[in-house]
């Protein structure tokens, strides 16, 4: 069982930034695996924002983001980054980290990373203010 932490939520002005961080629990890395960022808007259903895949540092990201999010990963410490810059109350929701089970090298598209997202952390709650 692969366990996913996420941190770096908290309540930020429209317009500001936030980094989340996503770091996997009990010694699992992410060597071979593909993280995705999500969120879950209250009354809303969950959509996906971007993934890298570690392999290749291949991103994939949601037509919506437009260059306002940035996924990234760090090797040596085996965190994935999601960079949120020029926030808008829209964007507050519950942002949750996910990975796959490590066996597929990489993905065509985000429709394939969302159907190979098997293991989810718990969450963090951004909140932006007007």
């Known amino acids: 069982q692969v366990q996913l932490v996420e941190s770096g939520g908290r309540l930020v002005e429209a317009g500001g930034s936030l980094r989340l961080s996503c770091k996997a629990k009990?010694?699992?890395?992410?060597?071979?695996?593909?993280v995705g960022w999500f969120r879950q808007a209250p009354g809303k259903e969950r959509e996906f924002i971007a993934a890298i895949e570690w392999h290749g540092a291949k991103s994939h990201y949601a037509d919506w983001v437009r260059l306002r999010f940035i996924v990234s990963r760090d090797t040596d410490k085996n965190v994935v980054y999601l960079q949120m810059d020029n926030l808008k109350v829209e964007d507050t929701a519950v942002y949750y980290c996910a990975t796959d089970d490590g066996t597929q090298a990489g993905y065509e598209d985000d429709s394939e990373v969302r159907q190979a997202m098997r293991y989810w952390g718990q969450g963090t709650q951004v909140t932006v203010s007007s």
């Open positions: 009990s010694g699992r890395t992410f060597d071979t695996s593909t």
